[in-house]
């Protein structure tokens, strides 16, 4: 009985790993919004990453998390380092990478707790007229193997997340 659980035990951690070595190491996920202001109004708001205490639930899930900015916020190298006893929100820094005027931007996360690791960001504006805007936001990051076995459970976490930062970033813009 024992050899039996045993092999059943061996067989499903290698029917486990050989699911993780064929499913994609990357993951990318979009998320977008229309907000009713102008292009201009809606990039000079998102790109100054202070502004995300006001819309993303991940900033938001800990008031006593310890922010620490570095840099001119709206401009290239500009940091947000976090520190959070939360371990839903953790460890780690986020660094606009690039900026372009008028548009959008993009960010490299440096992620220290729960879980060591590198993800980019982007954030971009499109004007669908002269009032009304499209904000979409990318988040992209590999996940090494064995540990992409759970990227299928991470990338609905995550996206149901950038959805509820989409529709809070609506309602911070339209109510102002």
Do not use: C
């Amino acid at each position: 009985m024992l050899s039996i659980i045993l092999i059943s035990i061996g067989a499903l951690i290698a029917l486990l790993l050989l699911a993780a070595a064929i499913m994609k190491k990357e993951m990318s996920l979009s998320s977008e919004v229309i907000i009713n202001r102008s292009q201009a109004d809606v990039f000079n708001y998102i790109r100054h990453i202070k502004n995300q205490e006001h819309y993303s639930k991940w900033v938001m899930a800990d008031p006593n998390s310890k922010i620490i900015y570095t840099g001119t916020d709206g401009t290239v190298g500009f940091k947000s380092a976090w520190n959070s006893q939360m371990k839903n929100v953790g460890v780690g820094e986020q660094e606009i990478t690039k900026i372009t005027e008028g548009v959008g931007y993009d960010v490299i996360l440096r992620f220290e707790k729960p879980f060591k690791g590198i993800s980019y960001a982007n954030a971009s504006t499109e004007a669908l007229s002269a009032n009304q805007t499209k904000v979409i936001t990318t988040f992209s990051s590999t996940t090494p193997f064995p540990m992409n076995l759970m990227s299928a459970m991470m990338k609905n976490m995550l996206l149901k997340d950038m959805n509820e930062n989409s529709a809070n970033l609506k309602k911070v813009l339209e109510s102002n």
